[in-house]
């Protein structure tokens, strides 16, 4: 019989002898191919037009250098924006004024017994 061996259990944190493992216990493979290759993030895409200088490109990186200085005919340098994160939730301001304003109209309604709706 093969000597049994305590292991370290990623699952759990424990450790348990490799012959009554928990079957609960065993960690999912992850899913890969069976021919590894590293993932690869091309440089083509769907024909998009630059704004900087108004012609189609299929290269995120012929695209992106119109947004430079040095590749788009103003020479002004663009910010790339529509997939950054939101930094904050922006309040509207809160006009006091115009809330008692509207109040007081509404108040005056009621008491000359108008119907008062939104
Ligand atoms: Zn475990």
Redesign the pocket.
Known sequence: MARDTLRR?S????H?WISEW?HN?VEAEPQRSSLPAPMVIADTIDAVRSMADGKEYTSKAALRATYKPSGNPDGISYVEVGNERPTGIVKPKVDEKAIQTSLQKALARYERGERVSQ
């Open positions: 259990c699952v759990c944190g424990g348990h928990p216990h």
